[in-house]
């Protein structure tokens, strides 16, 4: 594995967790997504090494200083190339998707969201040429900016779970990482005063607006919790200041960002859990083949728990509309 130092200071890179037991995962006849599947994966947590069971609940509890983690080996099964886009069908058997979904059920619930490739509890997540230059998980051309996932939305998922099945070969691709608890201590007394205060809107991403005129959502801090073991919610491309000082108060967060974070070069079989209440994330620009060999990445969203979005959800499918 392949991790990256920060450009000005050093960020703390996320703990390690080597399996320290073989980890067989039994295969499972239920479709990709369905509950049957969901609960089979539920009862297959016990199958995953104890040291990895242990370090998932540690992190439920205290998401540590960088917000993230990263399980090596899980399994992933037989690959065959890399589809061409994220809704393309494959080959594949479903051991990866077991594999994350398994993962996900000890972190709490598995969740899809309707404009993200249809609401599917495991996405592909595969460079697209059409996207290479957007802000989108698809693209390559460009640095995915630093964000907290769906920080726009009013169920936005706790964790983010990446499984990387094929690397960038050219190892560019790096998954980058800030934690608050890194960032905040750099910041101006002043600016981090700002930023615990309700002073900040998010664009809704255009692509949850099915062409609608896009909506902002109500002023909120971007820092909270305590000024010990602050949170975060940030968009460097969606998120505005309500007032001068606010913007100039985002303006220097996203400078601390830039000069202070750290990145991670994901390889087969890795597994990097984000707390996406504590660290924000993106990704390097890289360069595809488009030869069936490019990266090759599973994404997988938990909530806490089910509950809060049951008036927006169908089964696992978040539904919230945006837009006018």
């Not at 037989?78 to 080959?91: D, G, I, N, V």
């Not at 969606?238 to 960002?257: K, W």
């Given at each position: 594995m392949t991790q990256s130092a920060t450009l000005v200071r050093r960020h703390s890179e996320p703990p390690i967790v080597t399996a320290d037991s073989a980890w067989g995962l039994p295969s499972t006849p239920y479709p990709v997504g369905s509950e049957a599947f969901v609960d089979a994966a539920q009862r297959s947590g016990h199958d995953v090494p104890a040291n990895v069971r242990r370090s998932i609940v540690d992190f439920t509890r205290d998401a540590g200083v960088t917000g993230a983690m990263l399980i090596e080996g899980a399994p992933i099964g037989m690959l065959?190339?890399?589809p061409?886009?994220?809704?393309?069908?494959?080959?594949?058997?479903s051991v990866s998707e077991f594999s994350l979904v398994t993962i996900a059920r000890l972190l709490g619930e598995p969740v899809g969201y309707l404009p993200e490739h249809g609401g599917d509890l495991v996405q592909n997540i595969?460079?697209?040429a059409q996207s290479a230059q957007r802000q989108v998980s698809t693209s390559s051309k460009v640095d995915l900016m630093f964000h907290t996932e769906a920080a726009f939305?009013?169920?936005?998922?706790?964790?983010?779970?990446?499984?990387?099945?094929?690397?960038?070969?050219?190892?560019?691709?790096?998954t980058t990482l800030a934690s608050a608890r890194e960032v905040a201590p750099l910041l101006s007394p002043g600016t981090r005063n700002t930023l615990f205060e309700p002073r900040f809107r998010t664009a809704v991403d255009e692509s949850y607006l099915d062409g609608r005129a896009t909506t902002w959502g109500a002023a909120e801090p971007v820092l909270y919790g305590t000024p010990e073991q602050p949170h975060m919610l940030f968009d460097a491309d969606l998120m505005v200041g309500t007032d001068p000082a606010a913007d100039r108060a985002l303006a220097e967060l996203s400078e601390a960002v830039a000069g202070h974070h750290t990145g991670v070069v994901l390889e087969p079989g890795n597994l990097l859990i984000v707390d996406n209440t504590?660290?924000?994330?993106?990704?390097?620009?890289?360069?595809?083949?488009?030869?069936?060999?490019?990266r090759w990445l599973q994404r997988t969203f938990v909530v806490a728990d089910l509950a809060a979005s049951v008036a927006e959800r169908h089964g696992r499918i978040i539904t919230t509309r945006f837009g006018r």
């Amino acid at each position: 594995m392949t991790q990256s130092a920060t450009l000005v200071r050093r960020h703390s890179e996320p703990p390690i967790v080597t399996a320290d037991s073989a980890w067989g995962l039994p295969s499972t006849p239920y479709p990709v997504g369905s509950e049957a599947f969901v609960d089979a994966a539920q009862r297959s947590g016990h199958d995953v090494p104890a040291n990895v069971r242990r370090s998932i609940v540690d992190f439920t509890r205290d998401a540590g200083v960088t917000g993230a983690m990263l399980i090596e080996g899980a399994p992933i099964g037989m690959l065959p190339e890399t589809p061409a886009r994220p809704t393309t069908p494959t080959s594949k058997d479903s051991v990866s998707e077991f594999s994350l979904v398994t993962i996900a059920r000890l972190l709490g619930e598995p969740v899809g969201y309707l404009p993200e490739h249809g609401g599917d509890l495991v996405q592909n997540i595969v460079p697209v040429a059409q996207s290479a230059q957007r802000q989108v998980s698809t693209s390559s051309k460009v640095d995915l900016m630093f964000h907290t996932e769906a920080a726009f939305h009013p169920h936005r998922p706790h964790y983010l779970l990446l499984l990387c099945l094929r690397g960038d070969r050219d190892g560019l691709a790096r998954t980058t990482l800030a934690s608050a608890r890194e960032v905040a201590p750099l910041l101006s007394p002043g600016t981090r005063n700002t930023l615990f205060e309700p002073r900040f809107r998010t664009a809704v991403d255009e692509s949850y607006l099915d062409g609608r005129a896009t909506t902002w959502g109500a002023a909120e801090p971007v820092l909270y919790g305590t000024p010990e073991q602050p949170h975060m919610l940030f968009d460097a491309d969606l998120m505005v200041g309500t007032d001068p000082a606010a913007d100039r108060a985002l303006a220097e967060l996203s400078e601390a960002v830039a000069g202070h974070h750290t990145g991670v070069v994901l390889e087969p079989g890795n597994l990097l859990i984000v707390d996406n209440t504590v660290a924000i994330h993106g990704r390097s620009q890289f360069q595809p083949r488009f030869d069936g060999f490019d990266r090759w990445l599973q994404r997988t969203f938990v909530v806490a728990d089910l509950a809060a979005s049951v008036a927006e959800r169908h089964g696992r499918i978040i539904t919230t509309r945006f837009g006018r």
